[in-house]
C-alpha cells in the first residue's frame, strides 16, 4: 500500500515562502501512477482542497484561494510530491495533507472522497 509522509511545514510571517513535499513509499509504481493532491484542514474548519495534479503532472487544479500563488509540482523518480507556497497571509494557516486517488483514476479531483491514501498532515503557521 502507498504510504505518504508530508514536512516542510513551520512557522512563518505573512508574505513570507515555504515548500511542502510528501514522500511516497511502500509500493512500486503506484506513487508515478496516481493522480495526487493537498488539501488543508485549519482549526474548527472542515478539511479543504487546494491543489491536484495529473499522472506525469501535464494537468493541475487549483483552489481560487491559493490560485496564483502556490504551485503543486511532481518528482516522479524521486516519488515525491511539492506544494511551493508563496505570499502566504495567516488564512493559510492550517494542517497541510497529501493524498492520492486510486491508480485506475486519471482525472484531477477537488473532491476528498476521491482519494483513498492520506498523509499524517503537516503543520503550516503563518502569522500577521
Known amino acids: 500500500q502507498l504510504q505518504l509522509t508530508e514536512s516542510g511545514g513551520g512557522l512563518v510571517q505573512s508574505g513570507d515562502s515555504l515548500r511542502l513535499s510528501c514522500a511516497g513509499s511502500?509500493?512500486?509504481?503506484?506513487?508515478?501512477?496516481?493522480?495526487l493532491g493537498w488539501f488543508r484542514q485549519a482549526p474548527g474548519k472542515e478539511r479543504e482542497f487546494v491543489a491536484s495534479?495529473?499522472?506525469?503532472?501535464?494537468?493541475?487544479l487549483y483552489e481560487p484561494a491559493v490560485q496564483g500563488r502556490f504551485v503543486i509540482s511532481r518528482e516522479d523518480f524521486k516519488n515525491t510530491l511539492y506544494l511551493q507556497m508563496n505570499d502566504l497571509n495567516p488564512d493559510d494557516t492550517a494542517v497541510y495533507f497529501c493524498?492520492?486517488?486510486?491508480?485506475?483514476?486519471?482525472?484531477?479531483?477537488?473532491?476528498?472522497?476521491?482519494?483513498?491514501?492520506w498523509g499524517q498532515g503537516t503543520q503550516v503557521t503563518v502569522s500577521s
Open positions: 493524498a492520492a486517488r486510486p491508480v485506475p483514476a486519471t482525472q484531477v479531483s477537488l473532491r476528498d472522497d476521491d482519494y483513498i491514501n
Open positions: 495534479i495529473s499522472k506525469f503532472g501535464g494537468i493541475v
Open positions: 511502500g509500493t512500486g509504481s503506484t506513487f508515478r501512477n496516481s493522480v
